[in-house]
């Protein structure tokens, strides 16, 4: 799947107001919801992670639900099992969160949803790739 040019501009290098959040973020190192997560933040984007377990990974809180967010998010990447964020993509707002972005394996119901709703999905390239 191409990425869209509206979405290329806000993974540009020089983007750093780009807000992302990580569904799926975890404290674990070897899971790619931690790996994930401190990639975008070493590439100078503002990360929000969201886990319902709550607590804190690299020094962020990380929020239960994406709706606890203030404000909105520019791209919401999912890092969860297949059937995990049917929930999540049915609370969401598509005004608020105009881009979700399924990882690799991260697709099936959820995805299927999301595409119904949401102005901008993306399924399949990995964003820590597309970001380089």
């Excluded at 994930?36 to 070493?42: H, P």
């Amino acid at each position: 799947m191409s990425i869209p040019d509206h979405v290329r501009a806000l993974l540009h290098p020089a983007r750093s107001t780009t807000k992302i959040a990580v569904v799926g973020a975890s404290h674990h190192r070897h899971k790619f919801g931690n790996i994930i997560l401190l990639d975008l933040m070493r590439r100078g984007f503002t990360v929000y992670p969201v886990n319902p377990k709550g607590g804190e990974v690299a020094g962020l809180t990380v929020h239960r639900d994406l709706r606890e967010i203030p404000g909105s998010v520019d791209i919401v990447n999912f890092v969860v099992p297949p059937n995990d964020g049917l929930e999540v993509v049915a609370a969401l707002d598509p005004h608020r969160f105009p881009i979700l972005w399924f990882q690799p394996g991260a697709g099936s119901s959820a995805l299927r949803e999301a595409t119904r709703s949401f102005p901008t999905v993306i399924s399949g390239p990995c964003i820590m790739v597309e970001a380089d």
